[in-house]
């Protein structure tokens, strides 16, 4: 989050903010609980405790056994998601290697072409079987950080299907030039790898992990590129070389937006130009939080955080929560369609920009018991929760990633059930322990 703060005041744009002191002391006082929290769990967690065992082997015995289910329902889970995304016609992907190939070669176009009003028109979309995502998407997600943390565990046919299943995801991304789904699959392998070597206090268990090793810096290095592609209309190789000229985000300047490398040349390198744009990539919710803060507080009634439930409440209810929302009262100065909103500003349409400040105390306190238990412990549930909080954290600034999207959310909550269900069931055993000695 730090990182974030220093390229919006020093990083190659300057941004347009409003209500600078305000913004400043809100974000001072979002770092603080959130740390306090953590702290606050930590200190606590330093008391000395009867010796109750806390692993959730019976968590990864259940993931071993019924592999071949996690892995049946992960994959219809992806064949649904991948409709929705591409928009085809059937459920059974027939264009599956034929979308990818055009993804690859014409990333921009394919991208300009799937955010598009004319993709987004056309589509009718079955909400029933997009509904059973309420569930398959629980498997979904926990196939690959499961694989990443149990993978000695599996026989090798286990390992060849459960990878494939895993890819299916990345292929969709790919096929719509949507670099979203590559950036959270990389920052899960990541976040699972650091947790294996804190468990083992090792990096030796990588020797183990070649596989996602692997995986992980080829699908960083397509991605970076691919993004870059998609943002530039050209090739890295092709603006190094001179080939061609990126094209600049220049709609950022009707904005108040200053490109502090045109102040000094005229023409910038690649590397100046991806740097551009992944900042912008990161920062620019910070924008639509500063100038939310002109706003006053609307209730958005506890579903204001996710856009998801904003549209099951709005066109399945009937209800008109999105309304109610600094996205939609500042999107003619900032349009939700097109900029980023910071995490903050989505908890602030249930609780107020004031009331963040508890919210971001509890995820605090949350993040430290889920270290404790993942690292020291080395709790199953724990630690499939842990690249979900990771992706949190590194998009906070620029939205609210798993929150606003039901492949996150649903498996973020009914881990937290699970993994909350845990403890409370520790604390009886704990207590009825203390009694009988």
Known sequence: MAVTLWLLFFGPLAWPLRNLETFLILIFLYHIAFVSGYLGKIVNSLKPKRSIENKSDWAENLFVD?????????FIGCLISHRNLVHSD??????????????????????????????????????????LLLVLSFFKYILLPGMIMLWERLSLPKKILGTLVVLIPVASGISISLSSINFAYLFTTFICLGVLILQTRSFFILKSRKTFIIGFFILFIFTILNFYQVKTKASFSEVSSGKAVPVRMDYLREKGVVFKNDQYRVKITAFEDLYEKLSVYLVNGYVGMSISLDKDFQSAFGVGHSTFLQRVFDQHLGLDISSRTYQQ???????????????????????????????MFIFGFYLASISINAFLYKDFIASLLMPLFGIFILYLPANNQIFSFIETMIPFWLLSIIYIGMRTDLVRRVRSYKLST
């Open 66 to 74: 019924k592999f071949w289910i996690v892995i049946l329902l992960a």
């Open 329 to 359: 009262r500042i999107s003619t100065e900032w349009d939700k369609d097109i900029f980023w909103h910071s995490a903050y500003s989505y908890f602030a349409n249930d609780v107020s920009f004031y009331g963040v400040i508890l919210v």
């Open 90 to 131: 059937s459920y059974i992907p027939w264009a599956f290697f034929s979308e990818i190939k055009r993804g690859i070669l014409h990333a921009s176009e394919v991208r300009t072409y799937y955010a598009s009003p004319e993709f987004a028109g056309k589509f009718t979309g079955n909400k029933y079987v997009t509904a």
